[in-house]
């Protein structure tokens, strides 16, 4: 019974108040069981264990209040003020994760299979391991790289996503076998509000979480978290939300305070599986993106794999990208370093100095974007340029953190950046003091997407 009843240490010291509970159960129901033959009937049911999850580590499984339970009080949404995405018809599969720490794998794919039917009505279904895959792989130059024998092992981050899944990646679930992340919307800056404007228009959002944690309980038939001081090490996605979800039902878990308000983020969490989890308003956001693919496009030109740091140029600054393919580009990539960003996108033959295209774009919301041009470009040697309203998005220098590592790679005639009407490389070694930086910039995160 000990086993089965408490999960952790902790617990053990609260073993006196589970006898209680249990012989408060026991008493209702031999109470119950004096009644007639229609009382018994209509007396509610014991809430199940679900299916699989509830074992899962940092989830204690407590006991329900007896009373509540015998009496079938029981929360139950209303419309006003909760929202699912599944009531919209994303099919939204509830995913048990494969591998220790592939949380953030599985939250992206759900993000990605729910805006592609928020934006074309597609049922789609992307592989978390096609994401781990490229994400991972020793198969490229640069980029991001495991420090362990065993990817399943290593956490990761959406910014890692985006960098890697904009270079384009294999989807073994479509037809055509390749898909490129056509945005990873970086909601970080975004009030509540704003992030449920975000999932209801884009998509489902990934959330950070702790993964063993002592707010994480099930009480009342519900999967619940609180973590007011929240430090991430797993990543889930938000479905969903319920401004009236009872903030007591959160306090019920061993250790954790009733938070200072009603209401919860409706999460799909792949270490469960088997229903969704509702996490307290009170908890902090972090590691928040929404993610966008396609597989319309072709090849995709790069030298890039991330915006791991920003230069900037006065008011303004310029970046461009040679290229040497021949081909019909019909998008251009890049990252927008702040919300409300407005940029200028040039597409320049690089013998003539003749300018192709030019168009403007703005976003919202920070993050990576893919930007359709208004007209398909024949090109061969050219060059993309794109000027920004301030700071703008480059690689950086390697580093590591003991678990992953980040090695870029960049050569002369690659990327550029337009100091007073000159431009300069910068691979150069006199670029970076020229722009007074204390890095080495690498390449510019500027990618041109092919017909």
């Known amino acids: 019974m000990y086993t089965e009843m408490y999960k952790s240490e902790g617990d053990l010291l609260y073993m006196d108040r589970g006898y209680k509970k249990i012989w408060a159960l026991a ?53 006003e003020g909760y929202f699912m995405l599944s009531d919209e018809g994303a099919d939204l599969e509830l995913k048990m994760q494969k591998g220790q720490r592939t949380g953030w794998v599985y939250a992206a794919s759900t993000s990605m299979e729910s805006a592609a039917y928020l934006k074309d009505g597609k049922q789609i279904k992307i592989d ?19 420090e362990s024998n065993n990817n399943l092992v290593v956490s990761g981050h959406g910014r890692y996503v985006a960098a890697t899944l904009s270079n384009g990646f294999r989807d073994r679930n479509q037809d055509s076998g390749y898909r490129v992340l056509t945005a990873a919307r970086n909601c970080e800056d975004l009030s509540p509000e704003q992030i449920k404007d975000a999932i209801k228009t884009h998509g489902a959002m990934t959330m950070g979480i702790k993964e063993t944690h002592n707010g994480r309980g099930f009480n009342d038939g519900y999967f619940t978290q609180y973590d007011k001081n929240n430090i991430d090490d797993h990543i889930v996605a938000i479905v969903g939300w319920d401004d009236h979800f009872p903030k007591e039902i959160f306090a019920k878990t061993h250790f954790v305070e009733t938070p200072s308000q009603d209401g919860g983020w409706i999460v799909q969490d792949s270490l469960i599986g088997s229903d969704y989890v509702y996490i307290s308003y009170d908890t902090e956001l972090k590691d928040n993106y929404i993610f966008e693919s396609s597989n319309e496009y072709g090849e995709v030109a790069s030298y890039d794999f991330g915006n791991e740091k920003t230069i900037s140029t006065k008011d303004a600054t310029t970046l461009a990208n040679v290229f040497h393919k021949k081909g019909t580009i019909k998008a251009v990539g890049t990252f927008f370093t702040k919300n409300d ?16 295209h030019e168009q403007t774009a703005t976003e919202e919301i920070k993050g990576y974007y893919v930007i359709p041009l208004d007209k398909e470009i024949e090109v061969s040697d050219y060059r993309v340029e794109v000027t920004y309203d301030g700071e703008a998005p480059v690689e950086g220098e390697k580093w590591s953190d003991g678990h992953i590592k980040y090695r870029p790679k960049s050569k002369k005639g690659q990327s550029f950046v337009k100091l007073q009407d000159k431009w300069y490389d910068l691979a150069e070694k006199g670029t970076r003091k020229k722009l007074g930086l204390d890095f080495n910039p690498n390449n510019a995160c500027i990618k041109a997407l092919y017909a």
């Open 27 to 79: 008493l209702v129901m031999l109470l119950t069981a004096c009644g007639t033959a229609t009382e018994l009937e209509s007396a509610p049911t014991a809430t199940p264990k679900p299916a699989g999850g509830i074992d899962a580590p940092g989830f204690e499984r407590t006991m329900m209040n007896a009373e509540r339970e015998a009496s079938g009080e029981k929360y139950v949404h209303g419309e």
């Open 128 to 146: 978390p391991f096609d994401i781990l895959d490229k994400t991972y792989g020793d198969e490229k130059e640069e980029g991001y790289f495991s």
């Open 341 to 356: 960003e407005s940029i200028t996108i040039r597409i320049v033959d690089e013998k003539s100095g003749d300018v192709l």
